[in-house]
């Protein structure tokens, strides 16, 4: 999760054709071939993680993104997946009150509201010290699969920090 920070307000970051972006990723996201990949990337990640048993105590940490010192990024299909997935779409507002607090929109009274369709940099990344080392080389794998998921299906490829990516689609 540890990349360059976002800008202040993500929407100063969004480049002219975020709007197509969006609509082409929201329009694969759901098509049986791609659906089916993300989740054998989510079941690929859980075994890995089940073998190294992390532990989490469900603090919410990783999702106080600036308290925390830490960064999420994602695809362009994995924010469409987990939208429409969880049938929510952040407005304008939230995206831009989760940047003020550095932190992200989904997380309600220390969960997250997106579990089941939460994106691979959320399923890679443990407060647990035990977790340094594999869980970085777990996400980098799961990265190269997303990214070739994405070449595979022509579908424009881009990886940014969340809230950002968020503002995409809250256009
Ligand atoms: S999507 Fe869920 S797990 Fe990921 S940062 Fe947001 S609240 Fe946390």
Avoid: K
Wanted: net charge negative.
């Amino acid at each position: 999760m540890n990349r360059p920070g976002p800008a202040r307000d993500p929407f100063d970051a969004l480049p002219p054709d975020a709007a197509q972006l969006a609509e082409a990723w929201a329009a694969a996201a759901f098509t049986p071939s791609i659906d089916a990949e993300l989740r054998a990337i989510h079941d690929d990640m859980a075994d890995a993680t089940r073998a190294h048993g992390p532990i989490c105590d469900a603090s919410g940490r990783c999702c106080r993104f600036g308290e925390w010192g830490h960064l999420l990024y994602v695809t362009g299909l994995e924010a469409a997946w987990c939208l429409r997935g969880s049938g929510r779409t952040p407005t304008a507002s939230d995206v831009r009150t989760a940047a003020g607090r550095d932190d992200c929109p989904f997380l309600e009274s220390g969960r997250c509201g997106v579990h089941p369709f939460r994106p691979v940099g959320c399923r890679a990344y443990f407060c647990d010290p035990r977790a340094s080392g594999w869980q970085e080389d777990l996400s980098e794998r799961m990265l190269s699969r997303l990214r070739a998921l994405h070449e595979a299906h022509a579908v424009p490829y881009r990886y940014g920090e969340w809230r950002t990516m968020l503002a995409h689609f809250a256009l």
